[in-house]
């Protein structure tokens, strides 16, 4: 590696996504009657977008509610790269579903690849798209023998990628694979078109509005989903494109997924990324591209990966990618950095396709493992297909019902046993702390009347106390000193400092319990 001579230091003092600072976005009204539409679709990411710009073209009336504001989830906050190479996971593949499952997964993630590019062209996008080779690489040893399997199961699948032992950047590798023909873009400039259209066709986009049940069967074969605020929409079929799903329908979604943070920094470099993506197939995740801000390049240094609610001194996550990203380009100006979280499947295969076996209208998308940009993409094409009556065949490798022994089992056990320490140890622990003792914008967990609470007190020294129980099912929540929430660590449900939902599963704020004006 190219050890520049780094002096960190520069980074934002408040997180904000770069795709979202410059992108001008529609708002939408909050949905304040009952309706009647062909299509509901639930969440306003990548997902639910391009799946309402499917059913739009296809002729469907189509209704998007969102929550809170359109392409503010995670969509409004990855590193877009667009992808068939998910980190090492052919290998994964191979051993655990075999190869046409494998090989499976390859295709349907290079057409969602396609799919937008040509609708990029199609509607004359203007949204930074470029071609550019994907580079899995190893950092150490260890990760040579885990990239050399990686390239064995490529050599398996014929998936057309090239052994190098070098990287075209000044970063030691133990070896990389090159997958050329990928891409990489503005998420919010594709999407923002995509809207567009949806809406000049007829389509209805509602936000500030929280969906909390589709459980009601009309009798004539539609569904009545309910709003937080007791509206309800009456559809032939709902699509849960929520990240989290919005509405479980037996489907136990909550034991089969869990939440992972990462973080991201936006370098002005010195010296610049001529081309290609890059990702290393260990700990720590680093993750290296491209993108312009005002005509002039800046880097996204991505990584430091952790379970929602764990990551501790999460600022410390930012000033690892800031030095490793500063050593290796240099850093004239650091004007952005970001987080967000995915959701990751106990088999690290995303749920795509009917809520239940059982069902055949209601229909979620989610646990896309940080590879959502083509993943959601599948997920669209797969519900314009059912929708349609027409034929899918990457069906069976996404359905949400299967069940695969291993490894599976193992996660979903582990999960489930982290779900339940979380929800123990946060019962038990011993709070010594008061809200008194809190500095200006520093929260932590602090005894009040005699109980665990959060307490956070802000730039102006106004102190507030929120109860830490999370509203979805009852674990402790823990301060995020760098996104200044209190973030679940069972399902990776996020409260900003006053106990407001900034993320699901949690439809239902935090309790406040104390506000100082
Ligand atoms: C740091 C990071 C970097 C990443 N980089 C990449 C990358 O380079 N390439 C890639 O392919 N993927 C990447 N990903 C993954 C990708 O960004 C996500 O998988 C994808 O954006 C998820 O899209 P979505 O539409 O499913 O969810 P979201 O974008 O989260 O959209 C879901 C929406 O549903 C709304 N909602 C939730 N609950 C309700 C409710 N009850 N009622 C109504 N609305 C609701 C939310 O408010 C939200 O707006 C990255 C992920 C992370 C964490």
């Given amino acids: 590696m190219n050890n520049r001579n780094y002096e960190s230091g520069s980074l934002p003092q408040f997180p904000q996504s770069m795709w979202r600072q410059t992108t001008d976005l529609p708002t939408f009204s909050k949905l304040e009657e009952d309706i009647q539409t062909d299509i509901a679709i ?96 190893a950092d150490s040893e260890e990760q040579a023998e885990q990239l050399r399997k990686e390239w064995e199961a490529y050599e398996q699948l014929k998936i057309p990628g090239e052994w190098c032992d070098s990287l075209p950047i000044p970063l030691k590798a133990y070896g990389a694979i090159r997958l050329p023909n990928q891409a990489q873009f503005h ?49 032939k079929y709902a699509i849960s494109a929520s990240h989290f799903p919005f509405f479980d329908g037996g489907g136990f979604y909550f034991t089969r997924l869990h939440a992972e943070r990462s973080y991201v920094v936006a370098i002005e470099p010195e010296i610049p990324l001529e081309q290609g993506m890059y990702i290393n197939c260990g700990e720590p995740k680093r993750s290296l591209r491209s993108a312009q801000l005002n005509g002039e390049q800046v880097i996204l240094v991505g990584g430091e990966s952790h379970k929602t609610g764990k990551g501790e001194c999460t600022f410390r996550h ?106 123990i140890s946060g019962k038990v622990e011993m709070i010594h702390r008061t809200a008194n003792e809190l500095q200006a914008d520093e929260g932590s967990v602090v005894r009040h009347s005699g109980k665990r609470a959060g307490g956070y007190k802000d730039i102006d020294g106004r102190l507030f106390i929120v109860d830490t129980t999370c509203t979805h099912l009852g674990c402790e929540v823990e301060w995020n000193e760098a996104e200044r929430s209190w973030d679940c660590p069972c399902h990776g449900s996020r409260f900003n400092y006053k106990g407001e939902v900034l993320e699901g599963p949690a439809t239902v704020n935090l309790k406040l319990l104390s506000q100082e004006s």
């Fill in 42 to 137: 639930v969440g306003a990411g990548i997902t639910g977008i391009t799946t309402a710009y499917l059913l739009t073209k296809a002729g469907f009336k189509v209704t998007v509610l969102e929550a809170a504001k359109v392409l503010d989830g995670t969509t409004g906050f990855t590193t877009a790269k667009i992808t068939s190479q998910h980190g090492p996971i052919y290998n994964k593949l191979l051993e655990h579903f075999g190869d046409v499952a494998a090989e499976l997964y390859y295709h349907a993630n290079e057409e969602a690849l396609r799919f937008i590019q040509t609708t990029v062209e199609e509607h004359q996008i203007d949204c930074q798209l470029t071609v550019e080779d994907a580079y899995l690489y």
């Fill in 187 to 235: 998420p919010l400039h594709y999407l923002r078109a995509l809207i567009d259209y949806i809406t000049a066709q007829g389509g209805m986009v509602y936000e500030n509005t929280t969906l909390e049940d589709a459980a009601d069967n009309t009798g004539d074969g539609r569904r009545r989903l309910t709003t937080e605020s007791g509206q309800t929409i009456t559809c």
């Fill in 318 to 423: 930012y000033e690892e990618l800031e030095k490793f990203g500063g050593q290796l380009f240099g850093a004239k100006r650091i004007p952005y950095r970001w987080s967000t979280q995915d959701l990751i499947t106990v088999d690290e295969v995303p749920y795509i396709g009917t809520i239940t076996s059982d069902v055949d209208n209601v229909f979620v998308a989610t646990g896309f493992a940080k590879w959502g940009m083509t993943n959601g993409t599948v997920a669209a094409l797969m519900f314009r297909d059912l929708i349609m009556g027409h034929n899918n065949k990457y069906t069976e490798l996404y359905k949400p019902s299967r069940f695969k022994a291993n490894p599976g089992i193992k996660n979903f056990t582990v999960q489930n046993a982290d779900v339940a320490k979380e929800w």
